[in-house]
């Protein structure tokens, strides 16, 4: 195992560029394959390209506030505090390593955004806590832990198809959770990665000579620093310094998201955690100063979202408009038989992934073509609907897509953790194709 990961670490080290660069490469792959497999000409391409560039403006604010909002309350008091004497329980990195895939696993599972973020932060705290613990296993595990998203309470595909209204309605009706996230088949592939998966890491970890240890210290530049306050201050200063202004607004935030969770039950989204990291933000810096400046630290991770998901926005136009994602499945939906409908339905979700990295987005593009053909066979619609799912979020793992928040947190680069989730891809794909196969 060591071996491996350490094959996989080189290689990524050596080849795997920026993401930035990544998603550069990805579009002009995406942009040849285009023109090679559809009947879309090199203009056409290039209007598919630029009409979805801007597509998820609104998820790419989202995704910033994911990151800016989780920053922020981490690097507030209570929040320290909490997150330290939870770390504070590990003792040696292996059960570091451990304790950080379960916390990501089971936020997860309750919601992605909220997962993604907590992951990362526990994983910062662990590096201060725990002596000669590798600081890119405990990112990679964090992060490995979003491979269960799509299984959860956040899926977006399976809440999508039990919404009255939804785009497919007519073809397969509404299908209830109770069919899809909480079906045995789902909860089974799920508690099998949660028993693998940090024994999975555990193994993973390198050599002492391999091992990379940050300085505790390093970890702590980000905390915003305590405000001098001076003794005689004009009213615009006094009020950035008021805790009662900040008590207020945070106190504000907090009766809507118990209005909230009243009427909608424990019902969480992308703009409901982002809502509650905000406002306890605000709540736990104290002042509205103090909340500022954390802000100004927060905000400096945020660059690679703001520039590489307009691009990617352009490669699911691309593979959307001209057809070709529609060609990845149909191709492997043309070798599939009854027994392996659901695994190549699977296999071919996390290629379309790779080059559509958004679970909605990916299900409008192979839900009209995977739930036809599940008919035409008689499979099952809402196991073919988690066969997506579960594809959607596997290739995560080497898409640099999702893990920019978390190597924001971080302050990495995805080449120091792609070798680790190399092997979380490997792993988990058999046991999620063994699922498909056999439940």
Known sequence: ???LVSFFNRVMQRYLPDPF???IILTFVVYILGMLLTDSGPYQMVQHWGTGFWSL???SMQMVLVLVTGHVLASSKPFKKGLGSLAGLSKTPGHAIISVTLVSLIATWINWGFGLVIGALFAKELARKVQNVDYRLLIASAYSGFLIWHGGFSGSIPLTIATPGHFSEKLIGVIPTSETIFAPFNLIIVIALVVVLPILNRLMMPSKEETVVIDPKLLKNDDAAEP???????PAERLENSKILSLLTGILGLIFLFWYFA???F???LDIVNFLFLFLGILFHGTPRQFLDAVVNAVKGASGIII???FYAGIMGMMVSSGLAAVISNGFLSIANDFTFYLFTFWSAGLVNIFVPSGGGQWAVQAPIMLDAAKAIGASVPKTAMAVAW????????QPFWVLPALAIAGLKAKDIMGFCVMVLVVSGVVISLGFLFL
């Open 391 to 398: 594809g959607d979020a596997w290739t995560n793992m080497i």
């Open 57 to 59: 403006l609104t998820f």
């Open 228 to 234: 001098v306050i001076e003794e005689k201050l004009t």
């Open 308 to 310: 590489q998901f307009p």
């Open 263 to 265: 009427t909608n039950g």
């Open 21 to 23: 660069l990544f998603v």
């Open 1 to 3: 195992m060591k071996a």
């Open 267 to 269: 019902k969480l989204n």
